[in-house]
T-cell receptor
Framework: AQKITQTQPGMFVQEKEAVTLDCTYDTSDPSYGLFWYKQPSSGEMIFLIYQGSYDQQNATEGRYSLNFQKARKSANLVISASQLGDSAMYFC????????????FGTGTSLTVIP | SAVISQKPSRDICQRGTSLTIQCQVD?????MFWYRQQPGQSLTLIATANQGSEATYESGFVIDKFPISRPNLTFSTLTVSNMSPEDSSIYLC????????????FGPGTRLLVL
């Protein structure tokens, strides 16, 4: 089974609107971390936000928030007030605490912000 | 977060040749990671490099094809040997956050095209 599933290959959003990028995960490890990265066309992987499995509150970082629903095993990224510079690939990732150091990445969602 | 640089940023190589990619971090880190991102794909971990020991390779990757050096706590190299067009990818190095050891931060990547 896939560790990380991103079902939206491509998304479009109007500038200044909010957008939600979906991510579901699969693990039996009770302790894990969930991450979102942004990859612009330059290729660099930019860390956006982190959510620990024991965190009670949803993580927020500026315009980014992570909608963490543990029972549903989902970790959706919400970007508020989209900007043209948000156009990029977005990857969801997971790290299992007791399964080594490997990050599992999803297949990514391409976000295009329309002016 | 650590500042990570990679050299070269991009290269075009002939099949059968080898390329060594350098990764430099601005702080001492225990583990460094090397990833491959084939065109239109997600990231795949190649190996984990610890200072003073042999790198640990993931399934599907072997030392003869991807030799790694880790001479000190701020530097690592990845060599792509006997290249073929299938090796055309972005190669990224990453390090763990020094304080939390949770998040991985990535270098800018090396875009490799093999003709």
């Amino acid at each position: 089974a896939q560790k990380i599933t991103q079902t939206q290959p491509g998304m479009f959003v109007q500038e200044k609107e909010a957008v939600t990028l979906d991510c579901t995960y699969d693990t039996s490890d009770p302790s894990y971390g969930l991450f979102w990265y942004k990859q612009p066309s330059s290729g660099e992987m930019i860390f956006l936000i982190y959510q620990g499995s024991y965190d009670q509150q949803n993580a927020t970082e500026g315009r980014y928030s992570l909608n963490f629903q543990k029972a549903r095993k989902s970790a959706n990224l919400v970007i508020s007030a989209s900007q043209l510079g948000d156009s990029a690939m977005y990857f969801c990732a997971m790290r299992e605490r007791f399964a080594g150091n490997q990050f599992y990445f999803g297949t990514g969602t391409s976000l295009t912000v329309i002016p | 977060s650590a500042v990570i640089s990679q050299k070269p940023s991009r290269d075009i190589c002939q099949r059968g040749t080898s390329l060594t990619i350098q990764c430099q971090v601005d702080s001492q880190v225990t583990m460094m990671f090397w990833y491959r991102q084939q065109p239109g794909q997600s990231l795949t971990l190649i190996a984990t490099a610890n200072q003073g020991s042999e790198a640990t390779y993931e399934s599907g990757f072997v030392i003869d094809k991807f030799p790694i050096s880790r001479p000190n706590l701020t530097f690592s190299t990845l060599t792509v040997s006997n290249m073929s067009p299938e090796d055309s990818s972005i190669y990224l190095c990453s390090v763990e956050d020094v304080d939390t050891r949770e998040t991985q931060y990535f270098g800018p990547g090396t875009r490799l095209l093999v003709l």
